[in-house]
């Protein structure tokens, strides 16, 4: 088989510059694990056995890959613990949702049912902000129901994506998954690569109009995105505001703001804002990094990340204010940001892309409301609609509310930040294309045939 990358310790630097030289071998890679499909989609209990060795691997290398999420992802040590320790984990939900939605043999039964075929070699690309878990999050629920994978990790963390690699080869998984290394050239070799079946990647709406522009004339591609969202938290009159605040606070400044469902917006009523704003600007300096991995807080990716997002915050239209925070300030040589508390003062300022779009960094904007229907119909009409937060001490007035705004995720007093492996996932709107991840991401990579 070829190979698109070697399996030892590449530094990212090493990595990086291999890269252009692995797109040659896309098609021959591609066609292999086509051809090595058939057999591994046979038999589930063989798919059973080399995830749960390849879960095993995963924890016995869990030291590796922290030490790794914090040098090459700028990661603390914590978020760099959590995201080793929910590899393993996935492996265990994405099994038994997988292996349950392909059985081979169909039922003798007279009534309808569904066959699951799953649909052959599978493409996924990963985000730089969770470089292993999302991209083992789609991954696995692949191989889980039968597909090989064809894997591009985010160029922003090659070394990561080499000893990903390196991991799947010693579960003995490198025949039905491969690892390829590059940026936008990489992504579109392989959707040239007419034994695709499935793309599914995870990042920027940039990226997501890209693989739809390279898949057009392939309708017959299934092409699942998760694409960022903007995601608010709203506060009722009633709710807790101390808990709401340090809540709100996680989802917007853990991680340098750098999640996908990090809260974006807090909407408040009046008679509130005076106690939030108070709250979250002690909240804000429970965040503030210090430069080294054991701080409250990691970096921004790297430095072109860190200068977007001071260049972002710095120049702030004047209808919103920062009111904590400084973006310039610096952390030693660390790429690290100092979270921002921000707050509309003219509502001229949500026309205005520092609030309509998803800005990757650890800031956070107050927006006080007087009419609660109209902040929630401004809330439904958000273009970016991945996850939402309500604090109300009322579970009835939650789910009222819950109804009305159609976000791929809807919580109650906790952040927006933060989705459940075992339960389905994805974005509506601009935010995705509604193809649910995480517990039904099995359905992305399988054919549904009703026998009756």
């Known amino acids: 088989m070829t190979h698109l990358i070697s399996y030892s310790p590449w530094t990212a630097e090493e990595v990086t510059r291999i890269a252009p030289d692995r797109q040659e071998h896309a098609a021959s890679v591609v066609n292999q694990l086509a051809l090595n499909f058939s057999t591994w989609s046979r038999d589930p209990a063989v798919r059973r056995a080399a995830l749960e060795r390849f879960a095993a691997v995963l924890i016995e290398a869990r030291s590796r890959i922290v030490d790794l999420l914090v040098r090459e992802a700028g990661k ?32 003798q039964s007279l009534e309808p049912h569904i066959f699951w075929r799953p649909r052959g070699v599978a493409a996924v ?144 009523p009046k008679s509130l804002r005076s106690s ?4 979250l600007i002690k909240e804000c300096q429970r965040w503030v990094p210090d430069g080294t991995p054991n701080g409250a807080n990691g970096a921004l990716i790297d430095g072109a990340a860190r200068e977007k997002f001071l260049a972002t915050y710095t120049t702030a239209p004047a209808g919103i204010t920062i009111i904590a925070g400084d973006p310039a300030r610096r952390f030693g040589k ?12 003219d509502i001229a300022a949500r026309d205005h892309a520092l609030y309509r779009e998803e800005h990757f960094g650890p800031a956070l904007i107050v927006d006080t409301y007087d009419d609660l229907q109209e902040c929630i119909e401004r809330m439904a009409a958000n273009p970016y609609r991945l996850a939402s937060a309500v604090f109300t001490a009322s579970r009835e007035r939650f789910v009222t509310l819950a109804s009305q ?18 339960q389905p996932f994805g974005g509506l709107g601009m935010a995705g294309n509604a193809r649910p991840a995480a517990l039904a991401a099995g359905a992305i990579f399988a054919d549904e045939t009703v026998v009756w």
């Open 334 to 345: 660390s790429q690290c940001a100092d979270p921002l508390l921000l707050e509309v003062n």
């Open 276 to 279: 939030l704003i108070e709250l």
């Open 76 to 107: 603390n040590r914590i978020d760099a613990e959590a995201e080793a320790d929910l590899l393993p984990k996935k492996i265990a939900i994405s099994l038994t949702a997988g292996l349950a939605r392909t059985p081979q043999s169909l039922s």
């Open 125 to 268: 690309l990963g985000p730089f902000n969770f470089p292993l878990h999302l991209l083992h999050g789609l991954v696995i629920p692949a191989l889980a129901v039968g597909c090989t994978v064809i894997a591009k990790p985010s160029e922003r963390c090659p070394a990561l994506g080499a000893l990903y690699g390196e991991l799947l080869a010693t579960a003995g998984l490198d025949a039905v998954c491969r690892v390829v290394h590059g940026g936008a050239d990489v992504a579109q070799a392989l959707m040239a690569q007419p034994a695709i079946t499935t793309v599914a990647a995870v990042g920027g709406r940039t990226t997501g109009l890209a693989l739809a522009r390279a898949l057009s004339s392939r309708p017959e591609v299934v092409l699942a995105l998760e694409l960022g969202g903007v995601n608010p938290a709203l506060v009722l009159d009633d709710a807790d505001v101390p808990t709401a605040a340090v809540a709100i606070a996680e989802g917007a400044w853990r991680m340098a703001g750098q999640r996908c469902t990090a809260t974006r917006h807090v909407h408040v």
């Open 405 to 422: 705004l159609p976000y791929g995720q809807v919580n109650h007093n906790r952040a927006t930040a933060g989705a459940r492996s075992d």
